[in-house]
């Protein structure tokens, strides 16, 4: 059986939307999955959400993207940035992963602390395409970026992507480097639906896996050879009685 290789867009904390996209897709122990990052904050399930990633990858290849989200939890379990502003994280979702970790013994803490640490910053394959949270700066690409947390943070990749002139040929001077780079890039953490779409997009050669899951948006999970994509039910039928990011 050929090996398909599936990208997972945004999940934050919405395991419900994880098991529905992860079954409509037929997932077998075959098939790589790369996660995108932000597994938490916004609905009430992150620390399942960790829970459940890990013993994936027992069964499983998987490769786990660091999001911004993904930082911000593991700063305040460890305590270890004496910045951290927790009033700002409280209003991005952080305030339902606070509440579901009250739930949550010391021992599992420490082990999903030591899954946050181990988390990637980008993935590379071996056909040159590029598997990163939110994106990068540097012209020459991700391995000579100045500046880790970009990684992470960044949004002027898909800014850019967005506002490109479509008419400019990829030889040209004026068109932006840091397309050169890959034969296609993945990210998530700009929704889509802040431009009115639910479905995975692509400008340049850059695809947004990312279809608003901790909004009014679902979960994606899409082929990266085929792009055929399934996607779970928007999260607030999935949560109900939650307001996820909203």
């Known amino acids: 059986m050929q090996q398909r290789i599936l990208v997972v867009g945004d999940i ?29 904050d916004g609905w009430s399930q992150s620390p399942q959400v960790l829970d459940f990633l890990i013993n994936l ?6 490769i786990f993207i ?22 700002m994280w409280f209003k991005h979702g952080g305030e339902a992963t606070v ?22 910053n980008y993935y590379i394959d071996n056909q040159n395409r590029l598997f990163v949270h939110a994106g990068f700066t540097n012209l020459n690409g991700v391995a000579f ?12 990749l898909w800014e850019t992507a967005l ?34 779409e639910t479905k995975p997009l ?14 009014f948006g679902p979960l994606t999970i899409m082929d990266v050879d085929s792009k055929e994509y399934w996607q779970s039910k928007p999260l607030n039928l999935l949560y109900p009685d939650e307001k996820g990011r909203n």
Request: aromatic residues 14%; negative net charge; hydrophobic residues 35%.
């Open 57 to 62: 990858q027992e069964r499983q290849q998987c």
């Open 12 to 40: 934050h904390g919405g395991l419900l939307a994880l098991q529905e996209v992860l079954a409509s897709a037929n997932v077998s122990s075959n098939d790589k999955l790369i996660f995108l990052g932000d597994y938490v």
């Open 145 to 156: 970026e100045y500046f880790p947390k970009l990684f992470y943070w960044d949004r002027t």
């Open 99 to 120: 509440n579901a970790y009250k739930h949550i013994s010391a021992e599992k803490k420490l082990i999903h602390i030591e899954f946050l640490k181990a988390l990637r």
């Open 163 to 196: 506002c490109l002139d479509k008419t400019i040929e990829t030889s040209s001077p004026y068109y932006p480097k840091r397309f050169t780079n890959y034969n296609e890039i993945f990210i998530g953490h700009t929704p889509v639906t802040k431009i009115n």
């Open 66 to 87: 660091r999001g911004n989200h993904d930082q911000l939890l593991l700063d305040w379990l460890e305590k270890s940035d004496a910045n951290f502003n927790e009033e």
């Open 202 to 215: 692509k400008y340049a050669n850059v695809w947004n896996v990312d279809t608003g899951a901790a909004f």
